[in-house]
């Protein structure tokens, strides 16, 4: 061993050539996955690694040829991607560091979405802009069949319920600042009950495919089409006075029973109600308006079906009256105690999953005056619409985590346990106060909760979520984003978000043995879990089928009927015999 003396110098490393430093610099950039590029003032290149100019269908000597240099910009194949790049590159030029998404075209390479990072290069003979260029495509590929997914339902290829809504907001909101009036029309189907019924589900979903292909042809380029849920299907028709929207409501229940749908032979009249609702000054907001067309599409069915019926204040007041029952019988169960913390079991697909105990979501029961058991499906909306969720989110902290009256948790409590928190209550202060002073007090180990937002309330209230995370991960809680692919429209956000799981959306679940677009779209939020160090749960897990695909596609958590069903939290939250775990 050779040791250098004490006090010796140390010495130094070897001083390297400037052509060695050269030949250095050129194989790592040879060898880059990236494109990378130097560019003169004008544009032209000095240097093309091989990625960059295998991607744009030249060789580097073409590309650098003396004299006969090419502006990069004469490869985009598009004037607005050459504009957008000029723009950054005067930005670079001036000692930015810049970097942007943009489309290429080149006219002897292959068509991708690329990332481009630039900065300005100063050497002795002038400056020079170095780039960076990463393919994209895939991610972008991905991205846009994600947002897809979230706009537009799957079996009509229509708009779904969410696009439509904002949508709908928009226009609602243009009726404040004056703007002209636009019209809603509430299209519910009479006989599709028939058709699934004595035909099954797939006369049923080809039925919906013709008819929502026929409301398309039936709207104008301006006017959305969506489909609603089940055989409600929803029409906005923009710029239109109510007169003309009277008309095309009744134009379409004529082209509807027009229609001769025939299955397997049998033929089937088939007829639609139409409720209408006009876009005005009147209409407070977007849910109000969607309330009042379906409250005149009920009345148009209470008098005989195949017709359209005008939304007037006596056709809304029987779904007013029903909504606020609920809120009395709401407000009267929470004054009674009379709701319960049910459990489900999440199963871990991998064999060290549930190495630290069991894993259950926290679900909400309503117990109602007759002693039935009552899903929450039935009264969130009211509760919601009538700012009640607060309220009841506070009645399931109180007595999980403080036992209510009894000032001790709950002992059925499990080790690990997932508890909803609903938008209202994330946006109300003196919740975020109560939540905080109950995870001071409760003896539950804080670590062990983990609090699910659906993705549409993180994505609507970005900044707010984020901050109530970031207070309440100072107890150890974690977070998890539920219904993840319902609402989707960009992934930055889960870099921002201190989240630590996705619960991927049961709508994408449960037809993933069938249906291929499913599967894929489960599969790539498993790899995105992943890439984030983001666990996945899956639910609606209905078969052991379903379970074996999610483990084939690296889904860490399963929840649903196949592994636990619901059960009061006293029950034993252990899993089923014969289920892992």
């Not at 006090?7 to 194989?27: H, N, Q, S, V, Y």
């Not at 150890?476 to 989707?488: H, K, Q, T, V, Y």
């Amino acid at each position: 061993m050779n040791i250098t003396p004490a006090g010796a110098p140390t010495p130094k490393m070897p001083f390297l050539e400037p052509d060695i430093e050269r030949a250095l610099l050129r194989a790592y950039i040879d060898s880059a996955n990236d494109g990378i590029f130097v560019l003169c003032d004008e544009m032209k290149f000095h240097v093309a690694n091989p990625v960059l100019a295998q991607w744009l269908g030249m060789s580097e000597a073409e590309l650098t040829a003396h004299g006969q240099r090419i502006p990069i910009t004469d490869l985009f194949g598009s004037a607005a991607t050459a504009s957008q790049f000029r723009h950054q590159f005067a930005a670079a030029a001036q000692g930015q560091a810049v970097r942007f998404e943009v489309e290429i075209r080149p006219p002897r390479g292959d068509t991708r979405w690329v990332e481009i990072g630039m900065n300005r290069v100063h050497l002795e003979d002038g400056e020079l802009v170095i780039g960076i260029v990463r393919d994209t495509t895939e991610q972008k590929m991905l991205q846009t069949a994600l947002q897809h997914l979230a706009s537009h339902d799957d079996l009509t290829g229509l708009f779904n319920r969410r696009a439509f809504r904002q949508r709908l907001r928009t226009l609602v909101n243009a009726q404040h600042a004056g703007a002209v009036p636009h019209a809603l029309l509430y299209v519910d189907l009479d006989q599709f009950k028939v058709v699934n019924d004595t035909c099954g589900h797939a006369a049923g979903d080809e039925l919906l495919h013709q008819i929502g292909m026929r409301l398309k042809k039936l709207a104008g380029s301006a006017d959305l089409v969506a489909r609603l849920g089940g055989d409600e299907f929803g029409l906005l028709l923009h710029d239109r006075p109510i007169e003309e929207a009277m008309k095309v409501a009744r134009s379409l229940c004529e082209d509807v029973a027009a229609h001769r749908f025939t299955w397997d032979g049998r033929p089937f009249e088939i007829t639609a109600s139409v409720g209408v609702c006009a876009i005005n000054r009147d209409i407070p907001s977007a849910e109000e308006a969607l309330s009042a067309a379906d409250a005149a599409c009920h009345v148009a069915k209470d008098q005989g079906r195949n017709r359209a019926q005008l939304y007037s204040e006596g056709a809304a007041s029987k779904d007013k009256r029903q909504e606020m029952a609920w809120v009395a019988r709401l407000q009267k169960a929470l004054e009674e105690n009379r709701f319960q913390i049910w459990h489900q079991r999440i199963l871990g697909l991998r064999d060290t999953d549930d190495a630290d105990g069991v894993h259950v979501e926290m679900l909400l029961r309503l117990v109602d005056e007759n002693g039935e058991i009552v899903a929450p499906a039935r009264f969130f909306p009211a509760a919601e619409r009538y700012g009640l969720m607060p309220a009841i989110d506070r009645w399931v902290i109180q007595h999980l985590l403080l036992g209510g009256e009894c000032g001790r948790p709950h002992q059925g409590m499990p080790a690990h346990c997932a508890i909803n928190l609903s938008g209202a209550s994330l946006n109300d202060d003196r919740f975020l106060v109560f939540l905080e002073d109950a995870l001071r007090r409760t003896a539950i180990p804080t670590t062990a909760l983990c609090f699910e937002i659906t993705e549409t309330v993180a994505v609507a209230n970005f900044a707010r979520v984020r901050e109530v995370m970031q207070r309440l991960q100072n107890f150890g809680c974690r977070f998890a984003l539920d219904d993840f692919g319902s609402g989707m429209s960009s992934f930055s956000y889960l870099k921002n978000l201190p989240v630590d799981s996705l619960k991927i959306d049961g709508a994408l679940v449960r037809n993933i043995v069938e249906d291929a677009a499913d599967l894929t779209m489960v599969e790539a939020i498993a790899r995105i879990g992943r890439a984030l160090g983001l666990r996945t749960v899956a639910e609606f897990v209905e078969s052991d089928a379903i379970l074996e695909k999610l483990r084939a596609v690296g889904v860490d958590y399963a929840q649903g009927y196949a592994i636990h069903r619901p059960a009061p939290l006293a029950a034993d939250p252990a899993p089923q015999p014969g289920r892992k775990g």
